[in-house]
């Protein structure tokens, strides 16, 4: 059995409470499925490291997370101490940028047991993913400022798309579709206001869809398209999105799913060139942070993605269906915000002896 | 009694079945309180003006329009004749820029008899506005091609802020608040991403906070701000926005408070330098056009909107009324889409003697 070796990046707020629970769970996981994996721990990319060191990430951290075969991730951001563009800009975006994580996958899927906020919709009804571009688009720190303090101050800020980047989104969106019983794809598009970048993604949605033949696609502008995801979430099977409309989608869509408390995501290197990255949806949650309150579901999930990433599928659905049995059979196991007495740890212990 | 001229013109669609319907609302409010209504009507910002005339706007477009008191919109787009970016580039996102209606107003309320999507949710929950900035931002036609074909193609294109465009739009929200009993103003932004633009708009939030202090501020990245919607909608009461998280903010509002298919809107200039637009939130809807079944009930709240912005509150009101009454009575008298049987005609004429 090969070893498995996993850079741990707890980062901020509540991503301390819920990594240690995420890997009590890989850890039930490993010794269920006879798996070797070996965690070493680090403290950067947060915001105790920023006031120490005055950067977010040591000067030889790419060096030392490539060797890694994934890295799991909390969460990142504590505004009181950083304003949010820099550590973000400092950690996480430069982990999905430097490493190719070129595709950010989230599954939206209402869970048994959970309450959706839209009347009358049961589980089945909302199964679908968000594929979305994750290193260009919209997420660029290209532009800047003109006449500075003036009443003439004029920002400008760029988007890029290049063909390569919309391309291998695409491709991995499409046959991500070919897999699924409906083989239905939905662009995400604003070709209507957006008038250069976005004409060029429908271009290229068009070019890729006619080498998948036998997937069926649609195409929405953002506002209705958010509009479709509460009015009809039933529709979807594969959305593919740019970095900035893939972002809202996939909080939206955990969001019509009940909870983002409890969605997982992958930022993923498809051809295993660099390290993976497995994190919740949700963020650091300062509010609620050293409180032993969060919910760890999010990134328990999220380690069952990184276990299938791995190439341990039946690990991750193990772990995927002691979630699952925990939050139907609901209760006082559960964390607060899923109305359970649990705490964070416990909850990630129940989970744990399930698996 | 002063006249006002009003431009109309119903573009493309079911703007052409819409506003006539609106028109006779609108017919029976001055009747009611003795109002002079002038309309003019045009048939250009059409996809049929286009394949006549090869463009969207004949050139004395700006001259023609810009003596009239208000415009009175239906839709415009027909993607199988002209591609959406040309048709709206073409002709409503050159009114808004023209005759600098830089606000963009939309009411999102949840109406009596219309069920939201949202489970529990009643008349009341959701009540608030979603203020867009109209101009600038995210939708320019700056940028461009590089390596056009080539495997290397990239493309780039630019958003402006501008401090005058932002400055003024968050000068109209803060005031808008400084309305309402709850003074609570909520800021989209998404500075942890996009770090020139966004960062540079919550400065110029936190600038225009400091000179209204009485008003409640809050901000959100778009991102969770989506998923709040539908958590939370009571939350809100004023969000501002920028040109393309108001226009997705704006759809999903109406999505969440039952259907886009009644959810008006006001292209404002606020000083009255240049005439304002008046137009239903919800597009051409090509699918459903020619059939006499589309809901006229967001062109007709529109003139609603038109009135009020004409210095006629009472006959403003007065309209709204009759939507609500005729909302809440139900059964019918409502178009197909809300369970009716009415067509568009019928629905319309039905709001009108209500008046
Ligand atoms: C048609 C389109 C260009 C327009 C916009 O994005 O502004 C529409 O969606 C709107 O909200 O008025
Ligand atoms: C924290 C932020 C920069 C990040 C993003 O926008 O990508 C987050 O919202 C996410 O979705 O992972």
Partial sequence: MAIRRIAVIPGDG?????????????????AAF?????????DYASADYYVEH??????GWFEELRPFDAIYFGAVGWPEVVPD?????????????????YVNLRPI?????????????????IDFYVVRENTEGEYTDLGGRMFAGTERETVIQETVMSRIGVDRILKYAFELAETRPKRHLTSATKSNGISISMPYWDERVAAMASHHPTVDVDSY????????????????????????FGDILSDLGPAIAGTIGIAPSGNINPEGLFPSLFEPVHGSAPGIAGKNVANPIGQIWSGSMMLDHLGEPEAARTVLTAVENVLARGGAALTADMGGTSGTDELGRIIADEV
């Fill in 109 to 125: 899927r209402l869970m048994p047991g959970v309450t959706s906020p839209l009347a009358g919709r049961e589980v089945g009804d």
């Fill in 34 to 42: 006879d798996l070797d994996l070996e965690y070493e721990y680090f």
């Fill in 85 to 101: 563009h820099i550590s973000l800009w400092g950690s996480l975006l430069q982990f999905r940028r430097h490493f190719d994580q």
């Fill in 221 to 244: 502008h953002i506002d209705i398209l958010t509009a479709n995801f509460v009015l009809h979430p039933d529709w979807f099977d594969v959305v593919v999105a740019s970095n900035l």
């Fill in 14 to 30: 509540i991503g301390k409470e819920v990594v240690p629970a995420g890997i009590g769970v890989l850890d039930a996981a490993a």
């Fill in 54 to 59: 005055g950067k977010m990430l040591p000067d």
